[in-house]
Nanobody, 116 residues
Framework: QVQLVESGGGLVQPGGSLTLSCATS????????MSWYRQAPGKERELVAQ????????SYADSMRGRFTISRDDAKKTVYLQMNSLKPEDTAVYYC?????????WGQGAQVTVSS
């Protein structure tokens, strides 16, 4: 019933920008914190950013802080990740996530490749 669908991934050159979207359904979006994670081949899945209900409080992993911006549109039930100054090490599959009553739900993932 809960669905998370990422979009907006693709190939971008180092220093470029990309914006990911995560469209959701099946739950009361505005009541929940939303998160972005990423996982590169051979690496652990890591938390990228999260945004709390209301959108006023956000947090970022150290390597992403200052370059990435998480935002949400409760009317559209969508969370976004704006990525600037992209680096090759940002290459990964990016996943949208929500924790609902102790259960984690994941999107299918969006591939982001940063390469010259």
């Amino acid at each position: 019933q809960v669905q998370l669908v990422e979009s907006g991934g693709g190939l971008v050159q180092p220093g470029g920008s990309l914006t990911l979207s995560c469209a959701t359904s099946g739950f009361t979006f505005s009541n929940y914190a939303m998160s972005w994670y990423r996982q590169a081949p051979g690496k652990e899945r890591e938390l990228v950013a999260q945004i709390f209900s209301g959108g006023g409080i956000t947090s970022y992993a150290d390597s992403m802080r200052g370059r990435f911006t998480i935002s949400r549109d409760d009317a559209k039930k969508t969370v976004y990740l704006q990525m600037n100054s992209l680096k090759p090490e940002d290459t990964a599959v990016y996943y949208c996530n929500v924790n609902i009553n102790g259960l984690r739900y994941w999107g299918q993932g969006a591939q982001v490749t940063v390469s010259s």
